[in-house]
C-alpha cells in the first residue's frame, strides 16, 4: 500500500497517476471533500495522517511549505513504520528540508525530497521532471520506484536540501522571465505594439535556449575582453525604458544593478559584469 498525503491539484495529478498505474493507494487531506473523485477510481480514504501511512512502505508528501509538511508528518508519526520511505514533493526552504531529512533518519525513517517541475497534467500523464536528493546507496531502488511518475528522475546526490535549493532556483527564472514579459508588453503598448507583434519576437529571436550561455557569461565577465560593455548595454536599456514611458518591474531593477556596476568602475567591462554576486 502507497499513502498520499495532501490532494491538492498535484496532489490529485500524482494520485490520479498511481490509480492508473494500478498501484494500492490510500490517501488524506485536510479538506476531505477532495477525496471523493479519488475514492471513486480506487483510492481507501483515511481519516487522518495516521490512518494514511499505516502498514505503508511508501508515503508521498505534497504539501503546501515546510509547516504544512512538519504538522502532518507530526500526525501521522504514531502510524509510520520503520524503515519507510518518506518522499517529500513539497516545494520547502532548504534549511528545514536537510534539518527534517537528518531527523528523520536519526529515527529510522528514510526521508527524501524529490519536488518537481510539472504541472498537474504533468503529473496525471507522469511527464515533467521530479529533482532527487537522496544518499547514493538508496539511487537505484528510489529512480525505479519514481520514474513511472515523471519523464525524468534527475538525481542531485547525498545532500539532502540541494533538490530544495534547485527547485527555488528554478521557479525564480521562472517569476523572472514572466515579469520580463510583463515589461516587454508594457513596451509594446507604449510604442502601440500589440501583445501578438511582441510575442512574435520570439519566434524569430529565441533567448531562452541560451540560459547555459549567460550563465558561462556571468562566470567570465572579469576575464573576457568585452564584445558588448556596460556602459553600452546600459544605454541600450535606458532607450527601452525611455521608450516604455513608466517603471517597469523587473527592467528598473535592472537598470539600478548596472548603474550600481558602472559606478564600482565595471563599465568598460562585459555588460554581464552587473550581475556578479558576491557570496554573503
Known sequence: MIALLGTGLLGTGFAERMLELGLPLRVWNRSADKLAPLVERGAQEAADPAQAVAGCARVHLVLAEDGAVESVLAQAAAGLMPGAWIIDHSTTAPEPTAARATRLRAQGLRYVHAPVFM????????????????PEAEQAELTELLAPLTGKVWYLGPRPDLAAVQKL??????????????????????QGVDEAQVMALFEQFRPGASLPFFGKRILGASQREASFTLTMARKDLRLALEAAGSELSVLSGVAQQMDEAIDAGKGDRDYAAFAERTSR
Open 119 to 134: 504541472a498537474p497534467e504533468h503529473a496525471r500523464q507522469g511527464t515533467g521532471l521530479m529533482l532527487l536528493s537522496a
Open 169 to 190: 532556483m528554478g521557479n525564480t527564472m521562472l517569476f523572472v522571465l514572466t515579469g520580463a514579459m510583463g515589461d516587454l508588453f508594457a513596451l509594446g503598448r507604449a
